[in-house]
Nanobody
């Protein structure tokens, strides 16, 4: 069973919205921190948001602050990334991840999903 599974990606026009989902299961479910990363073609994977529901800590990175929000379902099995006012520079493969500590570095997160593509284009 894949521990993290993303869904919800797609193609939208600039200014549009998408909601990504990340279903978490197995041993990755006990991680303190969840994260969303993204990777555009030819670029390094970068953090979008790092958060811990248990610690009440969330950290949005860069230009997504104010446009992206996070939430979870009541069972705490699915996490969501609501993206609004999307811009062309948001085009990337989006990954959810989990790990034991706060970090902006992908290598500090041992659990990963397979990714879901977001394309913002007119």
């Amino acid at each position: 069973q894949v521990p993290l599974v993303e869904s919800g990606g797609g193609s939208v026009q600039p200014g549009g919205s998408l909601r990504l989902s990340c279903r978490i299961s197995g041993y990755c479910q006990s991680s303190e921190y969840m994260a969303w990363f993204r990777q555009a073609p030819g670029k390094e994977r970068e953090a979008v948001v790092i958060f811990s529901w248990g610690l009440g800590h969330k950290h949005f990175v860069g230009s997504v602050e104010g446009r992206f929000t996070i939430s979870q379902d009541s069972a705490k099995e699915t996490y969501f990334l609501q993206m609004t006012n999307l811009k062309s520079e948001d085009t990337a493969m989006y990954f959810c991840a989990s790990g034991g500590r706060f970090s902006l570095r992908p290598e500090d997160f041992p659990c990963w999903g397979q990714g879901t593509q977001v394309t913002v284009s007119s």
